[in-house]
């Protein structure tokens, strides 16, 4: 079987542990979204296809893939985690 290419197992555990955002290719696998998944997929994700998914099944939490509600749920949950863009702000006056 094929190797999930080193890129796509750090943007999932980069997901997956700090709630960073990944591609529209992992988004739409996180999203259970198959046809969007091969719509986006070059050649190198398609031959890992089952290497990623049994990946996120097996790896990553329940809770964090599986449905656009549930991938949108676990992105919005990262406000005032480390690395995922959020904006920090500081307390006025001091």
Same mark, same amino acid.
């Given at each position: 079987?094929?190797e999930? =290419?080193?890129?796509? +197992?750090?943007? /999932?555990? +980069?997901? #997956?542990?700090?709630?960073?955002p990944?591609?529209?290719?992992?988004? #739409?696998? /996180?999203?259970n979204?198959l046809?969007?998944t /091969?719509a +986006?997929?070059d050649?190198?994700?398609? $031959?890992?296809?089952? #290497?990623?998914?049994l990946?996120?099944?097996? &790896?990553?939490?329940?809770?964090?893939?599986?449905? =656009?509600?549930?991938?949108?749920?676990?992105? &919005? $949950?990262?406000?005032?985690?480390?690395?995922?863009g $959020?904006?920090?702000? +500081? =307390?006025?006056? $001091?």
């Amino acid at each position: 079987m094929t190797e999930v =290419p080193a890129a796509i +197992r750090s943007s /999932l555990q +980069r997901y #997956a542990e700090e709630h960073v955002p990944t591609g529209g290719f992992l988004r #739409a696998v /996180l999203e259970n979204d198959l046809m969007e998944t /091969l719509a +986006r997929a070059d050649k190198d994700n398609r $031959a890992a296809l089952l #290497a990623i998914c049994l990946f996120v099944y097996n &790896e990553l939490p329940a809770s964090c893939w599986g449905s =656009p509600d549930k991938v949108r749920a676990w992105l &919005e $949950a990262s406000h005032g985690r480390v690395g995922t863009g $959020a904006v920090v702000r +500081r =307390p006025t006056g $001091a």
